[in-house]
């Protein structure tokens, strides 16, 4: 099955400093890739979708400056918290998505995640 | 809007016994269901899906769901629950994009505990 990995696994910085984690698809290519954020014990929040070669499509109220998206290959993106704050704490999962299959006449596509990456900030 | 809503946070089991975690969606179109598993501090894992066919799905670890329409329902049942089956579990549908794509919206969870 596909492979999505996520690095790092854990950070622990500082408050105001920017953290950068990498989502990889492993062993397929992926034009759209997804950032959720999980709070203990809560389901996922989509943050944002991020497609190769274009912007970034945030959801709303998620801060586009506070949350930096970058996907500069089809199989890297890269999320950037920004002047990090102890409120951004939190787990932060990715998922790629492979190319679309159809079923009942309507395409859709199947998401793998990554194992997640724990942000602690201090 | 699509949306699940996943009854109960929190279900307890005796090992051996059925396991019952329920899903309710709601959905303009047919919908695409998904339920994943997450172990602690992991990412999530696809246990099963439904797009379109049979309405019984069966996925891993011997888990399946049946899409019920009449009752909008997605329960994912288990005959005989294993320790290792304790994690959380997520019920998901998948809303289309305009221009192709999807993104999926997840229900709340329900955490399983496996009791001896």
């Known amino acids: 099955g596909a492979v999505v990995s996520q690095h790092p696994s854990r950070v622990i910085c500082k408050s105001g400093t920017s953290v950068k984690i990498e989502c990889r698809s492993l062993?397929?290519?992926?034009?759209?890739m997804f950032w959720y954020r999980q709070f203990p014990k809560k389901s996922l929040m989509l943050m944002a979708t991020?497609?190769?070669?274009?912007?970034?499509?945030?959801e709303q109220g998620v801060e586009k400056d506070k949350f930096l998206i970058n996907h500069a290959s089809l199989t890297l993106s890269t999320l950037t918290v920004t002047s990090a704050h102890p409120e951004d704490s939190s787990f932060y999962i990715c998922?790629?998505?492979?190319?679309?299959?159809?079923?009942?006449?309507?395409?859709?596509?199947?998401?793998?995640f990554g194992p997640g990456t724990r942000l602690t900030v201090l | 809007a699509q949306s699940v809503t996943q009854l109960g946070s929190h279900v307890s089991v005796s090992e051996g016994a059925l396991v019952l975690l329920r899903c309710n969606y709601s959905?303009?179109?047919?919908?695409?269901l998904f339920w994943y598993v997450q172990y602690p501090n992991q990412g999530l894992q696809l246990l099963l899906k439904?797009?379109?066919?049979?309405?019984l799905v069966k996925g891993i670890n011997g888990f399946e769901a049946e899409f019920k329409k009449s009752e909008t329902s997605f329960h994912l049942t288990k005959p005989s629950a294993h320790m290792s089956d304790a994690a959380e579990y997520f019920c998901?549908?998948?809303?289309?994009?305009?221009?192709?794509?999807?993104?999926?919206?997840f229900g709340t969870g329900t955490q399983l505990k496996v009791e001896l």
């Open positions: 998922s790629a998505r492979d190319p679309p299959q159809i079923a009942s006449g309507r395409y859709y596509n199947e998401q793998f």
């Open positions: 062993d397929f290519q992926a034009t759209t």
């Open positions: 991020s497609n190769e070669g274009s912007k970034a499509t945030y």
């Open positions: 959905s303009s179109v047919p919908p695409y």
């Open positions: 439904y797009t379109t066919g049979a309405t």
């Open positions: 998901a549908v998948s809303l289309s994009l305009p221009g192709g794509g999807n993104k999926l919206t």
